[in-house]
């Protein structure tokens, strides 16, 4: 079974940049899996960030950013700000109807 | 304005089988294009995705779970469910409805992104 990749654990400093990835097991993330990307914070259902690789959900500030980096899915926040440290998941599309979820990145602004 | 909530057994026995409910407004689930799919957190870990149930009544399991899951609708409810059989304590989980943001053109619905969720029932599995 196909294993959608995350880092576990990232951290940044206030006003810093960083990037999330979100790979497969096997194989490259395109365009043709659809990433998405959610926000949770504990206790709370996650909120989309991204959809489509790089689409915003309204609400989402413009320091979020997806894209296609070689390989893999990304998120990208630029300006990190202390509101951002969550844990953040990617999404997969592998077709035939089936989706499956990163194991999760937990951000650290510090 | 979309809403969904979970509702169901807070507390099921091992063995058994648990049946959630999903009861939405805002959408209809026999309008073109329109999906739900249900996912589980486990205390402290990861999400995962579980099933997904299409206007059309087309379904998609979980590869991993597809044996123990089933999904239907009651389209004059707005009422997805969701039952899962032989239910064990690494079942324990908060278990989320979220509706697929609907992106149908030329005849095609494409995969987007789960935009809205339910507040999530959590779930013990003990005797």
């Known amino acids: 079974q196909t294993v959608v990749t995350q880092e576990p654990s990232f951290s940044v400093s206030p006003g810093g940049t960083v990037t999330l990835t979100c790979g497969l097991s096997?194989?490259?993330?395109?365009?043709?899996?659809?990433p998405s990307w959610y926000q949770q914070t504990p206790g709370q259902a996650p909120r989309t960030l991204i959809y489509?690789?790089?689409t915003r959900s309204s609400g989402v500030p413009d320091r979020f950013s997806g894209s296609i980096l070689g390989n893999k899915a990304a998120l990208t926040i630029t300006g990190a700000q202390t509101d951002d440290e969550s844990d953040y998941y990617c999404v997969l599309y592998m077709g035939s109807g089936i989706s499956v979820f990163g194991g999760g990145t937990k951000l650290t602004v510090l | 304005q979309v809403t969904l909530k979970e509702s169901g057994p807070a507390l099921v026995k091992p063995t058994q089988t648990l049946t959630l409910t999903c009861t939405f407004s805002?959408?209809?689930?026999?309008?073109?294009?329109?999906?739900v799919s249900w996912i589980r957190q486990p205390p402290g870990k990861a999400l995962e995705w579980l099933a997904r149930?299409?206007?059309?009544?087309?379904?998609f399991y979980s590869t991993a779970l597809s044996t123990r899951l089933t999904v239907s609708k009651d389209t004059s409810k707005n009422q997805v469910v969701l039952t899962m059989t032989s239910m064990d304590p690494v079942d324990a989980a908060t278990y989320y409805c979220?509706?697929?943001?609907?992106?149908?053109?030329?005849?095609?619905?494409?995969?987007?992104?789960?935009?809205?969720w339910g507040q999530g029932i959590l779930v013990t599995v003990s005797s």
């Open positions: 149930i299409d206007w059309d009544d087309d379904k």
């Open positions: 979220a509706r697929i943001r609907p992106d149908c053109r030329g005849g095609s619905c494409y995969a987007t992104d789960f935009d809205y």
């Open positions: 096997s194989g490259s993330v395109s365009t043709t899996y659809y």
């Open positions: 805002g959408f209809s689930l026999s309008t073109s294009g329109m999906r």
């Open positions: 489509s690789t790089n």
